[in-house]
């Protein structure tokens, strides 16, 4: 009989990677409003794996498609989030393919799970209803209750078969706006009561639109009551208007005007009246020209009337109305109301007194027409200054006209058109004179004359001459003398002193004469020192009686030679 013993055998069984992650479900659904912003949580996905080992059971996620870049996802917990916000107006549905993948090593062992993610954008009120412009109608006045005139519309983005965002409703509102009615849901506009062209012709009215969250929108409605007449020719245009700019040449095309018949006549022709003979038609084209250049500043608009004809018998016509614009052009200069202007100022008065007012116009219009001025050129000019829009000129400093009597300046106006255009005029100011200067006598202040005692009464010895820097009457002076105890005289006009009486040096041989030289409001002075001397006359022919006497003047005064005779 054979032995035999007993051991524990421990068997470690290692993983082997032989599980793919498995989602907790097949397919996950949820919605979301468009617009949330971005890095928004929508929902989160979940795959186990069976493995043991955390390697071969570690899940990682990702969006494999469907997403366009709108949603993104967590690799690590499986949140999915918002990348960028949805929008329901682009795309209502998305439908992600999602992957778990274990972190089995090496990665061509990694096993994979796939769920789907399906997810709904729900509408949010975001999007105004639009209208696509304004709306012009026109009605017969003959139209009775219930037909309709129009049809305006509006679109909403938003979905209105899902909620009533995207549901429209119309309304109308203006001056008689009861005349019509509105399809709330349709837009149709239909005669409400009866119309009459004679009592009003035309309707200013207001669309509304609204939708089902509160936006609204509106719109201009023009309803014009068309005369009855049968078919006349029918403008395609209610009223035309064209801006045309001014100098064009003759000949440069205005505006084309259009109209239909509607009756079996289809030959049209147009005529014009209206804007003074400046534009002509094409007869068979309506094709309206300038037959003249035009000039905004002697008309800035025209009204046209161009009458549409019909070949039938009787013919039949209709009218529209061109309105015509001029743009202005900068092609006018200031003009100054004259080519000169003088003003006179006072001198020695304080800066700032208003002297003269430039004026000038242009014929252009706005920023073309508004001028303004400047001072440009002239001697002296920073003595003055203008205001640059009410061209009012007055001085900046006092002054002085034994300076400077004349100013000469330049003054520009400008207008504010690109490019500028700029005229001149002269302004020539004149300083008035004041008795503001003394007068003076030249150097040195004082002179010498000497005369013999027997000089005679009446002998001019000496002459005074004063200057005065004023004008006119400011600038006359008179002489005056004292200190000559009667024996000489002044002329008060050429101050020409001459002796008054017979001299005697025994009685006084010195004289110390005070000249006063006034302008009547300013004076000065010289003295004049005479010397009285012994006689000095030779007797040359007794039977003749003369005799000659030498009076001795100093520097600036020659030799006087008096002859007397007995």
Known sequence: MGRQGNCSVVVEITDYNDNAPTFTRSVYTTSIPENLPTLSFVLSVSAIDKDASSINSAVGYSILAGADDVFTIDSATGNISVLTPPDYEVKKFYSLDVQAQDQASPASARQTGVSRVEITITDVNDNTPTFGGSYFFNVAESATVGVLVGV?????LDDPSVDENGVVKYTLTGSNADDFSIGSSTGHIAVAQSLDYEARSSYELTAIATDGGGLTSSSSVKISVIDVNDNSPKFTQINYSVDIDENLPRGHTVVQVSAYEKDTVKQISYSLRGGQGHFNIVPNTGLVLTAIPLDYETTERY???VTATDNGIPSRESSVVVYVNVKDLNDNDPLFSKPEYTATVEEKLPGGQSIATISATDKDS?????VSYSIV???????FAIDSLSGYVTTTTS??????????LTIQARDNGSPARTTTAILTVTVDDINDNTPYFPPPSYSTATLTEDTPIGTIFHRVKATDDDLGGNQKITYSL??????????ETTG??????SLDRETNAKYELVVTASDGSNSATTTIYVNVIAGNCDQFASSAKTFVCTVSKLALFTTLSVVLVF
């Open 152 to 156: 305006v519309s509006a679109s909403d």
């Open 303 to 305: 009204t046209l009337f």
């Open 482 to 491: 004292s200190g000559d105890d009667g024996a000489f005289q002044i002329n």
């Open 496 to 501: 020409e002193l001459r002796t008054a009486r």
């Open 377 to 383: 050129d002239g001697v002296g000019k920073s003595h």
């Open 399 to 408: 002054l002085d006209r034994e300076t400077q009597d004349t100013y000469t």
């Open 366 to 370: 706005l920023a073309n027409g508004d």
